[in-house]
């Protein structure tokens, strides 16, 4: 298993860094990457063509962006870079302004996906945001990566709660599990924050046994839709897919349970 802390170390940490704009912000972290023998200086560009093309759904929280493309040749090995602005940047995302910019290169689907469940675990504990904000050393922002109850116990606060859990479906999937689609551009990155997020949900809901999720992209997700009984994904993507004949839930906070706990309460009329 790949752990995040793996994928991220601290000579790929920038905690004061500076940007002109949300390129700028996504070159840094990319200039990260190519230092440290990730990636060439082209990963940097499909990073900020996947923003071009698919608009700023890679800033999944308030002040969060994870920038990340398609693997691809560009790619040597999968890693992670991490820049903290000194000065946020806009994305023209509904949340900006962005000052934490973390950059993904996969070499292939499937090796970092549980290094994303881990950070997405992370970006969930309350006070999260705060401390990863607050560290002054790369060491500090190690620690609370590698044990994210640390994050819990020193932000002092309570896990949030939602409204009461909702009783088991009524009725019940014919063969077995429904499925929702998790989905961004590119299905290796911002989906998979997506899906930890709502099976964190269905975990608390006790409806693990009655949903699977799948996390995919734009392209995959309009052969998959006939297979899952709705989406869930930013509002960029949701205007990429068009009608796909399934309900599509727009999520602005990748990292909210209180957001998709709604949309889900939406969904199944509980």
Request: net charge negative.
């Amino acid at each position: 298993m790949t752990s995040l802390v793996d994928l991220l170390p601290s000579e790929a940490i920038d905690l004061r860094g500076h940007a002109a704009d949300w390129r700028a912000a996504i070159r840094a972290a990319g200039e990260l990457l190519v230092a440290n023998g990730v990636t060439t200086p082209d990963y940097t560009d499909e990073m900020i063509g996947n923003v071009e093309d698919n608009g700023p759904y890679i800033v999944i929280a308030p002040g969060f962006a994870f920038a990340h493309a398609r693997p691809s040749p560009a790619v040597h090995r999968t890693g992670m870079s991490w820049v903290r602005l000194t000065e946020p940047v806009n994305f023209d995302s509904p949340n900006d302004p962005v000052d934490l910019v973390v950059a993904l290169a996969a070499a292939d689907s499937g090796v970092h996906t549980d290094a994303m469940a881990s950070l997405a675990k992370v970006l969930l504990e309350p006070g999260a945001d705060k401390l990863l904000r607050d560290v002054q050393t790369t060491r500090q922002l190690r620690a609370l990566l590698l044990d994210e109850a640390v994050i819990d116990a020193a932000s002092g606060t309570e896990k949030a709660t939602t409204a009461a859990v909702p009783a088991t479906p009524a009725a019940k999937p014919r063969t077995g599990p429904v499925k929702i689609l998790t989905v961004c551009g590119n299905g290796v990155g911002t989906s998979l924050f997506l899906k930890s997020t709502l099976e964190s949900v269905l975990e608390r809901w006790h409806w693990t046994p009655y949903i699977t999720v799948e996390a995919t992209d734009t392209i995959s997700a309009k052969g998959k839709a006939g297979e899952a009984v709705a989406v869930l994904t930013s509002g960029e993507i949701a205007k990429t897919l068009g009608d796909l004949g399934i309900p599509v839930q727009v999520i602005e906070n990748f990292t909210s349970t209180a957001e998709v706990d709604h949309a889900m309460r939406a969904l199944f009329d509980v």
